[in-house]
């Protein structure tokens, strides 16, 4: 088909009548200097595997080879008579792309970028189907904090309550999404993790891009079974570079450079909160909350197959928090430490491999007291210490043009130190499984579990023809601190297939296993042990179609069949309280099996200056008890997203909106007051309360301070039109006036949340 392509486009003799899409980058060239342009280049900067992305929709020659030497991070410079040099493009921030858009931005020049097979693209574009987030689309979307996780909400199939930065990918539980930094898995990346985790910790400054598989991702990630965020570092360029950033949440200080005549390179970025500034600007009674994070970075290229870096991750947070009735109080401290060293071997295009060391040390202390007229009494402590000593390596091979072949093995041994103790006395009991029982409780569990995880996987990935694509990898882990054998084998297979040259059709079939992490075992609720992993079966089918060159249409149906579901406790009316585990509503689910389900809808625009998304997700996910479904608290039947971004050299303008069918809650009653209050349940999770909407505005302006760099200045309001959006339900006995009755009220969730601040780029 390429052949008779390029047979057709010479026949034809004109270079606005030339079909490219589909050829490799040396056969296009090859065209245009047939067409007569005099081009000059070296086998180092064309590479083989190179395609052309889509046909250039510009008429003039030069202009249409611009356009398709772009994606590869090459450039056009005018030689001798006439002649036109093909050279590395400049390092650039890549063009922002809509939420949503499965395509990656243009790479980084090869003599800067740090090579790892789980981002390794076949041709033009991998089989597996993922959202990707460029830098300036995170520094775009209006998001609280800056918070660069918090812009997957915005992706279907994705929910999120306001105050926090974690997400449900696909109805999964929230610690069902795994992710990385520069390939190293982080543990719970969340501020104020007991806290709601209300932003996560990694800062945008040293974000490149950010990469979101909301299901059937392949056999380089393991451990978790809903999704992947994987965070790539942005890397340094050969010129010292600076951002600084002032805003009400956050300042920071991210800066960049080489040494040795580019062979090395360093960055350093640090952050802290503003928020304890922000809430007193808003008088809110909350608490006393505050983070510091710290990255650093080193690295040296020994030469051309060779390149190693040393790196550091640190996050310090200390937070007093209160309820709204400052009835509940609670202090604590964490610090998250992550130290690893890395070495880059080989090259894309041929043979090559990652090998990664890291420790990494999670510790944090937590205290508090609880004084709930009618409801409950308490306090608890609470310290933990976990120590993660790892090891990965990943290698390459491609035997051919169209294959490519990957494996990797990895091990991890843990350690953990868990001491807790609480005391609470219950006013009430909820007359429903897994509830308490007794109207008092004491615990003291110190428990020194210890083990490793170890996996291994092997991937090949190829094309049959040039419209066929496959991906087929098997995988195997194994864990230790569950008292059950932790062995499993996880086979993952994925189809992808070009009816037509704007047109993709994906199939996905894979297993993925989920065991306990370290840091997971729930002894704030009594376990002193850990479960056996979980299963989930992901079946997902998507059809991708560009209506033009800039509007892409997308549909995506998938169901996920959960084995042996691990247990969770959850607080059965309000899940956004201080202290959780001393509320008499705190229940454990432990489902036989669990599934979800749903069809998605996107469309994404995307014309340079001006860009827009539209999505539509209709889901649901469900737990299966002794023979009976129980829906999700986060069942999220229907949701709605769109947006538009504009920028241009001075002004950048962007609005999101969000609609969904309101979050799930109970129904309760006040059953009987003697010989103690006892509150009877409804079916669990099957009412609704009232349906969410948010509009959220970012305003910016940017100023050329020549030499200087760039300032911008920027505004951002969240929940523009001060929506009442309701979160969850607050009970409690109320016996001042007349009978006794239990008392049930919705709470609200973010109020209008301005925010405004200041970027300096140098």
Not at 169 to 197: A, C, I, N, Q, S
Request: net charge negative; proline share 6%; charged share 25%.
């Amino acid at each position: 088909m390429k052949k008779l392509a390029l047979l057709l486009a010479c026949m034809t003799g004109a270079a606005d009548a030339a079909v490219y899409q589909g050829l490799t980058l040396e056969e296009a060239l090859e065209q245009f200097r047939a067409d007569g342009l005099q081009l000059f280049y070296s086998s180092d900067l064309v590479k083989p595997w190179m395609r052309v992305e889509r046909d250039p929709v510009a008429t003039d020659a030069r202009a249409q080879l611009a356009e398709i030497l772009a994606p590869h991070g090459i450039s056009i410079s005018d030689g001798p008579d006439g002649s036109l040099l093909l050279v590395r493009e400049a390092q650039r921030t890549p063009r922002p792309a809509a939420p949503g858009s499965p395509h990656r931005p243009a790479p980084t020049p090869l003599d800067v970028i740090v090579v790892s097979a789980s981002h390794y693209l076949f041709g033009d574009e991998a089989p597996m189907s993922s959202a990707a987030f460029s830098a300036d689309d995170l520094e775009m979307l209006p998001e609280i904090g800056e918070d660069p996780l918090r812009a997957v909400s915005r992706l279907p199939g994705v929910g999120r309550q306001d105050f926090s930065s974690r997400v449900h990918l696909r109805g999964g539980t929230d610690d069902e999404t795994l992710v990385r930094f520069d390939d190293l898995r982080l543990y719970d990346p969340f501020h104020f993790k007991d806290f709601y985790g209300v932003f996560s910790t990694i800062d945008p400054g040293i974000i490149s891009d950010m990469r979101v598989y909301t299901g059937g991702f392949p056999v380089t990630f393991g451990d978790r079974s809903s999704g992947v965020i994987d965070v790539a570092p942005r890397l340094p360029g050969r010129d010292f570079h600076g951002q600084a950033v002032l805003s009400l949440f956050t300042t920071g200080l991210s800066i960049d450079g080489s040494f040795n005549d580019g062979a090395g390179d360093w960055a350093m970025a640090a952050r802290r909160s503003n928020m304890s500034v922000f809430f007193n600007l808003a008088a809110s009674s909350f608490g006393e909350p505050d983070y510091h994070d710290l990255f650093a970075h080193v690295g040296r290229r020994i030469n051309d197959q060779l390149a190693i870096s040393a790196n550091v991750l640190t996050f310090v947070d200390q937070i007093v928090a209160f309820d709204a009735d400052q009835e509940e109080e609670a202090s604590a401290e964490y610090r998250d430490a992550y130290y690893w060293l890395r070495m880059d071997l080989g090259t894309p295009e041929a043979l090559g491999s990652r090998l990664l060391v890291a420790h990494t040390a999670l510790d944090s202390e937590r205290s508090g007291t609880t004084e709930l007229p009618g409801i409950a009494t308490g306090a608890l402590q609470d310290e933990r210490d976990f120590s993660i000593d790892s090891i990965q390596a990943d290698g390459w091979w491609r035997p051919g043009a169209r294959s490519v072949l990957q494996a990797g093995a990895e091990w991890r041994q843990m350690n953990a130190n868990y001491r807790y103790t609480d005391e609470a006395v219950f006013e009430l009991l909820f007359l429903t499984p897994g509830a308490p029982t007794t109207p008092s409780r004491s615990r003291s569990i110190h428990v020194l579990p210890s083990g490793h995880q170890a996996g291994a996987y092997v991937n090949w990935r190829f094309e049959p023809t040039t419209t066929l694509t496959t991906d087929l990898g098997l995988r195997w882990d194994r864990e230790s601190l569950a008292e059950q054998d932790g062995s499993q084998t996880s086979p993952r297979a994925v189809l992808m297939w070009h009816p037509a040259g704007d047109t993709r059709i994906r199939m996905s079939w894979g297993r993925y296993f989920q065991s306990q992490g370290i840091n997971e075992l729930q002894v704030s609720d009594g376990e002193q042990s850990f479960s056996p992993a979980q299963r989930a079966t992901h079946l997902v089918t998507s059809i991708e179609h560009d209506l033009t060159t800039t509007l892409r249409l997308r549909a995506e149906a998938y169901r996920k069949d959960y084995d042996r579901p691990l247990p969770r406790y959850e607080n059965l009316m309000n899940t956004l309280v201080v202290l959780p585990e001393l509320r008499p509503d705190r229940i454990l689910i432990a489902p036989d099996s669990a599934r979800a389900e749903g069809g998605e809808l996107s469309l994404n625009y995307d014309a340079g200056n001006l860009s827009g998304w539209l999505s539509y997700s209709w889901s649901r996910v469900h737990d299966r008890v002794d023979g009976e479904d129980f829906a999700r608290l986060w069942d999220q039947r229907q949701y709605v997203s769109g947006g538009l971004g504009w920028r241009n050299a001075a002004w950048e303008a962007s609005i999101a909106a969000t609609w969904h069918t309101g979050w799930r809650t109970t129904e309760v009653e006040l059953a009987t007051l003697e010989p103690f209050p006892l509150v009877t349940v409804g079916k669990r999770d099957a009412l609704h309360l009232s349906d969410f909407a948010s509009i959220d505005l970012r305003i910016a302006r940017h100023f050329d301070l020549e030499s200087a760099g760039e300032l911008t200045a920027f505004v951002e309001l969240n929940n523009l039109m001060k929506r009442h959006n309701e979160c969850c339900v607050e009970y409690q006995i109320e016996d001042q006036e007349g009978p006794v009755f239990l008392d049930v009220s919705s709470q609200g969730s973010l109020p209008l949340i301005p925010s405004l601040g200041f970027t300096w780029k140098f």
